[in-house]
């Protein structure tokens, strides 16, 4: 069964920066790894998408140039790096993995001065 440990969610200023870590199981992004994200009542929301065994990339137009997705299949983990962040990008952001759809537990980010 996979299983998806999520970390680096805070509270960071606005025009701050972070890093979310996901770090899953063996068996874990074997096709995809996505983070998404949701706020207090929106849907959730696609943020950036990294194909395990290729090099392309997908972002959500409102994180283009400032987020950055990557990952190391050695330690079969997925990172977000978010810079100049704004209070928009208040949400609980999830990771997710393909085949199979699994999520983790969320990790709280919070933006605010």
């Known amino acids: 069964q996979v299983q998806l440990v999520e970390s680096g969610g805070d509270l960071v200023q606005p025009g701050g920066s972070l890093r979310l870590s996901c770090e899953g199981s063996?068996?874990?992004?074997?096709?995809?790894a996505t983070w998404y994200r949701q706020a207090p009542g929106k849907e959730r929301e696609l943020v950036a998408r990294?194909?395990?065994?290729?090099?392309?990339?997908n972002y959500a137009d409102s994180v283009k140039g400032r987020f950055t997705i990557s990952r190391d299949n050695a330690k079969n983990t997925v990172y977000l790096q978010m810079n100049s962040l704004k209070f928009e990008d208040t949400a609980v952001y999830y990771c997710?993995?393909?085949?199979?759809?699994?999520w983790g537990q969320g990790t709280q980010v919070t933006v605010s001065s």
């Open positions: 997710n993995s393909q085949p199979g759809d699994y």
């Open positions: 063996k068996d874990a992004f074997q096709w995809y």
């Open positions: 990294i194909r395990t065994n290729g090099g392309w990339t």
